[in-house]
């Protein structure tokens, strides 16, 4: 009796319209706080490190660039980069993450768990071995068809199992497939001998982001952003329900098509340039979620600023625990994103 | 009438069992001859049996009682020891897909011992009996950690969710080991690199003397627990009206399949999937009956784990693949058509 009531009264919230349970003011403050927040990371995020610059100094740097100035240099080629990768990454793993949350309806939905991070992993592990001089620009290439193959292969596994794709059960196959492409990427890496390269790689790290990474690597980003926030309004509907969506007269499989295009460039992307970051896409729009209600219209850039924001502040993090050797970005946002994966698979009740 | 029809079947079964029982291990036998010879300087049966009774030359015998003999003895130690532990671990929690490197006890183990080799000047210097008791404290220290995650009230422990609070668990774990790995020198560093992705890197005899104490007592012990498994397998209540003291036999026994779990991956690194696969082959071939299960798996484990060794040496000779990725490149399709098939 009691737990029909509960689902009764769950329906009935569901059904409610979606105005009630989203909260645009909360949103915009998220925006406009958030924004602020990440201009001051990056302002701190630059001015901090094995040598300490001047906000002022950094000032200058960014707005009368003098070449003969060492902290000039230092700033133009080593921080800004870094930090702007930081920025550029932290937003595409949230999004991609907030995508496949509300396309799938699945909340334990995340690149690095479903094996779209380590499918990109494993071509370029493939890449760094077979073809060393690749450019950039195909290593962004074919770490997309990477996370493509890698995501399909997980997600077609899920689906072939009797009585359909839970949750649980697509995790599990990420884990399973993403064990298999690390013995494959390690079994590649020890025999061609480029173990330490991958290595820092694996860890995820913001250390080496270069110029003209961020470079070929923009375009993609910000229209894959671009194309999550036209394509929110479908996600909100796709998020209710299949049959939901389907009876407000959305083409259901067009969206998806086009929501797993965007994922895949995401995380493909980002891969390329800091390796296996996890969590992010998992913690970063469930929080949003709380704040902001069920509106994926707020969602979606809401998320991409907590993203880039979690992850500049990870990075910054990473280089104040020991300096001045780097801890990686990836462990460190694993040991947020763990416990909050524990207590997400606790809450879970329906599933699992 | 009825009855003897029953008893009949149960005989054919036994029987049936042992024959497999027979096979399999004359398929170790023929895989150990076959693993003798694989490697960069080859023996023909003749020179092995010459060396095996003391006849060989002073270079043959260097190569098989030094080199060979020794790995051989320890993938079939450790396949079988992981087998049986994922065997336990299937039977206590009641879930298809347990194995302690999906649970994350391997990354526990494996934790520990980075840190202690990691402690010592050179990768020689540490004590190799030390390292499966070091092993087994952080084996323990995850299990019981992922046990009291996964414990829910009133719902006790659901198999979905003990697997994924293993899989977070072994992520975290391997986070703190990639943070510990990249301050390691280049020379641990390759080392720990190749431990990892396990490579059976305790190639000489004092290894398998650390590892054998573990294997000789839990391995007959688990065995010997057979019926009581039997009884767990009915279902907590059952066995609790059968007499069964249910928890203080799961921890029991929970314990044995931890230690079993540890030696290996102290010696070994972490070799998934062994623990996964044997069983559910064992179960497939012998039935469900622990008596002949556990002998059945141990068999596959050992099978699984000599023929991946091999197979790593050959492929790439003379350099070679990690056991571990071989195991993980045969184990891990496997898990997932397991998964494909397995009602949520």
């Known amino acids: 009796m009691n737990q029909q009531a509960v689902s009764r009264n769950g329906l009935d919230q569901r059904a409610e319209p979606l105005k009630l349970r989203s909260r645009p003011w909360a949103a915009t403050l998220i925006l406009i706080g958030g924004l602020i927040a990440l201009a001051l990371g990056i302002a701190v995020s630059v001015s901090f490190g094995a040598a300490d610059i001047k906000l002022s100094v950094v000032w200058t740097a960014v707005f009368h660039f003098n070449p003969d100035i060492t902290e000039h240099q230092i700033i133009r080629e080593l921080r800004l980069p870094r930090v702007l990768g930081g920025v550029m990454v932290g937003a595409s793993f949230a999004v991609a993450g907030a995508i496949m949350q509300g396309m799938t309806r699945n909340p334990l939905a995340d690149s690095g768990l479903m094996g779209i991070n380590s499918g990109a992993g494993f071509a370029l592990a493939v890449c760094f071995a077979f073809f060393p001089n690749l450019s950039f620009m195909y290593l962004i290439l074919y770490s997309f068809i990477g996370a493509g193959a890698g995501a399909g292969i997980v997600y077609g596994i899920g689906s072939l199992a009797k009585g359909g794709l839970t949750p649980a059960r697509l995790v599990l196959a990420g884990a399973a497939f993403s064990a298999l492409l690390s013995a494959l990427s390690e079994g590649v890496a020890l025999y061609f001998k480029i173990g330490q390269d991958l290595a820092f790689w694996y860890a995820g790290g913001l250390a080496g982001t270069k110029w003209f990474q961020l470079q070929v690597m923009s375009p993609w980003v910000i229209a894959a952003i671009i194309g999550a926030i036209v394509l929110s309004r479908s996600i909100t509907m796709l998020s209710l329900g299949e049959d939901i969506a389907r009876g407000l007269g959305q083409r259901t499989g067009l969206v998806k098509l086009a929501g797993a295009l965007i994922v895949l460039i995401l995380a493909g992307a980002s891969v390329a340039v800091v390796g296996a970051v996890g969590f992010v896409g998992l913690i970063i729009p469930h929080l949003t979620r709380y704040l902001v209600g069920v509106d994926y219209r707020w969602i979606i850039p809401c998320s991409a600023v ?15 625990i020991n300096p001045p050797h780097e801890t990686p970005v990836g462990a460190i946002i694993s040991l947020i994103g763990v416990p909050f994966f524990l207590y997400l698979a606790r809450k879970e009740r329906r599933e699992l | 009438m009825q009855r003897t029809k029953v008893i009949s079947f149960e005989e054919a079964r036994r029987k049936h069992g042992l024959n497999v029982l027979g096979v399999l291990a004359a398929l170790i036998v023929i895989m150990f001859i076959i693993s003798v010879n694989t490697g960069y300087i080859r023996l023909t ?30 993938s079939i130690l450790i396949g079988a020891a992981l087998a049986v532990s994922g065997a336990v671990m299937q039977g206590v929690f009641r879930n298809d897909l347990a194995d302690p490197g999906i649970l994350g006890i391997n990354a526990g183990a494996g934790l520990m011992v980075m840190l202690m080799v990691s402690f010592y000047p050179t990768t020689s210097a540490a004590p190799v009996y030390l390292l499966p008791v070091v092993a087994f404290v952080g084996a323990a220290f995850t299990a019981a950690l992922i046990y009291s995650l996964a414990y829910k009230r009133h719902q006790g422990i659901a198999p979905i969710r003990l697997l994924l609070t293993g899989v977070a668990v072994a992520a975290g774990m391997s986070a703190a080991m990639i943070v510990l790995t990249l301050r390691l020198d280049p020379d641990k560093y390759q080392f720990v690199a190749t431990w990892l992705a396990g490579s059976i890197w305790g190639t000489s005899w004092k290894f398998v003397l650390s590892l054998l104490p573990w294997i000789v007592i839990l391995l007959p012990y688990v065995i010997y627990k057979a019926r009581v498994m039997n009884v767990l397998n009915l279902g907590e209540q059952t066995a609790t009206g059968l007499g069964a003291h249910v928890t203080r036999e799961q921890f029991r026994l929970l314990a044995a399949a931890v230690g079993l779990a540890a030696s290996s991956v102290a010696v070994s690194g972490g070799i998934g999937f062994v623990g996964l696969v044997g069983p559910h082959l064992a179960r497939r071939l012998v039935g469900p009956k622990h008596q ?13 784990v000599i023929t991946a060794d091999t197979i790593g040496r050959r492929i790439l000779q003379p350099s070679e693949i990690p056991t571990g990725i071989v195991v993980a490149v045969i184990g891990a399709p496997y898990f997932l058509y397991l998964l494909a098939r397995t009602k949520s």
């Not at chain 2, 020179?47 to 043959?60: A, C, P, R, S, V």
């Open chain 2, 45 to 74: 049966p003749l020179e092995l049996l010459n060396t095996l009774f003391g006849k060989g030359t002073d270079k043959q015998e260097l190569i098989l009682f030094q080199f060979r003999l020794p790995r051989i003895v320890i």
């Open chain 2, 292 to 304: 002949l299960m556990l002998p059945a798996s141990a068999l596959l484990g050992a099978l699984l």
């Open chain 1, 306 to 320: 907590l993203g880039a924001l979690l992850v500049v502040g990870a990075d910054l993090t990473a280089r104040m």
